[in-house]
């Protein structure tokens, strides 16, 4: 058993006997090819419970200071997340992340680029419309809906894929391309609250 699996194993368990999990849409994500799920992010346990519940590898930018810290730097590479500089079009972290796709990985981002401090959706920034517009990739909007208090309820939605031909097709910009999509996890965040 690979070391991504048993992690995700290990993240599953813990994330079901500690809150009330409820998954919705898991149907909507493709078995195989490039697959950008893009959520709103509310917690430092995000990343792994949005991750946990998908039966194939995600892929996660994270900031860079998490992988000078020095075991969960090793842990968090091991399961396949890559550094990013904020504040800065870090490049190197773009070109990582196209390559993911491309390759037809999965790769998760948060398009606010940190959590939300009060828990309501933050406005994007352009890395996602950036991801969507540059690759093939299904882009699934996701919205976690909850709170992390021990045995709350606690529930993600994987939303059905969005319509992107015709955006690429107009060439709109990424800061469209991510407000379109930022839109969609704000129409689930309205329709499971």
Do not use: W
């Amino acid at each position: 058993m690979n070391l991504y699996v048993f992690g995700r194993g290990l993240c599953r368990s813990f994330f079901s006997t500690t809150y009330r999990v409820e998954t919705t849409g898991l149907e909507n994500i493709p078995k195989e090819g490039p697959v950008l799920l893009c959520s709103n992010h509310i917690h430092n346990f995000d990343p792994p419970f949005l991750g946990s519940y998908v039966p194939r590898k995600v892929h996660y930018m994270a900031k860079a200071e998490l992988f000078k810290v020095p075991l969960l730097g090793r842990m968090i590479t091991a399961v396949g997340a890559f550094p990013v500089k904020r504040g800065a079009g870090d490049k190197q972290a773009l070109k990582l992340g196209l390559k993911i796709l491309k390759e037809g990985e999965a790769l998760g981002l948060f398009p606010e680029g940190t959590r939300s401090k009060d828990g309501k959706l933050g406005k994007g920034l352009a890395g996602a419309g950036f991801f969507a517009l540059r690759t093939d990739a299904v882009v699934i909007p996701c919205a976690i809906i909850g709170s992390y208090k021990p045995f709350s309820k606690l529930r993600v939605i994987y939303g059905e894929p969005l319509e992107m031909e015709s955006l690429r097709a107009a060439k709109a910009s990424s800061g469209e391309v991510t407000d379109y999509i930022m839109k969609a996890i704000a129409e689930l965040l309205h329709k499971h609250k």
